[in-house]
């Protein structure tokens, strides 16, 4: 299956369904999926277009989140309402029809490491003064979480692997803790990842695909983050007391 297409539908992406005991199905688009705003001047605001393809009125609520990430690549969000400007923020779609949402940044105009947000269109329930009467049936509420970024002053790619230790997997099977850290100013696709390790003996193995490397293959790693993956133990690499480990990451920008 394609990498990209994999990684866009992963961390580009996110639909989440809601089940909700309603009487009718409501559907919509939510576009662009990705967006960089300069932090000043005309590209500081954007616009995104919300399309209703059903045949009844949908509410929806759109807002902004921070973005940030853990020692283990898992994202944070928080509330960034003090960063953009929104207008409409909440609004109600007639059938069959399109709506244009602007965006505009209002955070700080100097920017030196990129800034990274998840911008939220969320449905919610909507039904036009009519009681709800077929009890029995679902209805879902879909939300589109896409991506924003704030474009740094100066744009620098530079990602690095910082250790490689020994450490179990979750089965208690051997694996290597690998830490690598975005040393740039801007996010980085790992798509196409491809890991070398060699340890003080001698031995080197070039490692790729996602049974190899699980997630840190087409991780997206934010400017300054360093994330730690823990990758299965790969054959043909020295073990035991005294042995150490160096590697380096290469992969499809």
């Known amino acids: 299956m394609n990498v990209r297409k994999n990684l866009m539908k992963r961390n580009v992406l996110l639909a989440i369904v809601l089940g909700v005991i309603l009487a009718s199905g409501y559907a919509y688009q939510f576009s662009p999926l990705e967006q960089t705003f300069q932090p000043s001047g005309a590209e500081s605001s954007k616009t995104y277009t919300i399309v209703n393809d059903s045949n009844d009125s ?41 709506w244009v949402v602007r965006v505009q940044y209002r955070g700080p105009q100097t920017v030196t490491t990129e800034l990274a947000f998840r911008l939220k269109a969320e449905q919610i329930p909507y039904s036009q003064g009519r009681a709800s009467t077929d009890k029995g049936m679902f209805n879902f509420l879909y939300i589109y979480t896409t991506s924003l970024y704030v474009q740094p002053s100066r744009v620098v790619e530079s990602v690095a692997v910082r250790s490689v230790v020994p450490k179990a997997l979750e089965d208690g099977s051997p694996g290597l803790a690998v830490t690598v850290s975005n040393l740039g100013t801007v996010h980085q696709l790992l798509i196409a990842a491809t890991l070398e390790v060699r340890d003080n003996r001698g031995n080197s ?14 991780m997206n790693l934010l400017a300054r983050k360093s994330v730690t993956k823990t990758i299965p133990w790969p054959s043909g690499l020295s073990s035991g007391p005294g042995v150490t480990y160096q590697a380096t990451i290469k992969y499809t920008k």
């Open 58 to 98: 949908i509410a929806i609520s759109i807002s902004a989140l921070t973005r940030d990430q853990d020692a283990q690549g898992n994202e944070i969000n928080t509330p960034a309402d003090a960063y953009f400007s929104i207008v409409p923020n909440k609004l109600v779609v007639p059938p069959q029809s399109s």
């Open 205 to 218: 193995v070039v490692l790729e695909g996602q049974d190899a490397l699980g997630t840190l293959d087409g």
